[in-house]
């Protein structure tokens, strides 16, 4: 008995990158599965162990069919940082349908990192006019960096549909506090 390629895609919908691409290697059938439009609706990107690499060279095509989009970084590791800059590039062009982004931190912030080239890459995305750019939500209240007012006021004016924006200011408040 064969189960029809939308139950599988269903199923697979679940599955984190680096687990689609496992199944995608399994057979024919999976590997048609995995290619089905709903299963890139919502996506979880974990950079968290460096082993999204591979999903990613293989899956960057379907980022832009991504509608909710969450990235799980591990900011300790460079290799991580420099994955996480690839997913967001890939699920912000032109051709991007991309209308929910969380942003999610763990892991140990190095004392000497701020995630200047994180925050650039968003900078960079909403700069770029050919970008796809058309957000609804932005959610970085798990995000680790300290967000200037520029970059807020960008992400604003480049998403017209914005209806909701999460940031955190704890990082902020603690250096203020630590100031006075």
């Known amino acids: ?39 890139w609706y919502y996506t979880e990107v974990s950079c968290e162990s460096g082993t999204e690499e591979h ?4 899956f960057c095509h379907f980022l832009t069919k991504v509608k909710h989009l969450k990235i799980v970084l591990n900011e300790s590791e460079a290799i991580n940082r420099g994955i996480a800059i690839k997913v ?10 991309l209308r929910n982004l969380c942003v999610s931190c763990t892991g140990e912030n190095p004392l000497s990192y701020s995630g200047q080239d994180v925050l650039q890459t968003f900078r960079n995305v909403c700069q770029n006019e050919v970008s796809g750019l058309s957000l609804k939500e932005v959610d970085f209240r798990h995000m680790s960096f300290t967000l200037d007012d520029s970059l807020i006021m960008l992400i604003a004016t480049r998403s017209p549909h ?17 100031n006075s």
């Open 162 to 178: 914005l209806q909701k924006l999460y940031i955190n200011n704890h990082t902020l408040v603690q250096r203020n506090c630590r």
């Open 55 to 58: 999903a990613l060279q293989t």
């Open 1 to 39: 008995m064969e189960i029809p390629v939308e139950i599988l895609a269903q199923v697979f919908s679940y599955l984190p990158l680096c687990d689609r691409y496992s199944a995608s290697s399994v057979c024919k059938a999976w590997a048609e599965a995995i290619s089905y439009p709903t299963i």
């Open 88 to 97: 967001i590039k890939h699920a912000t062009d032109a051709n991007s349908r």
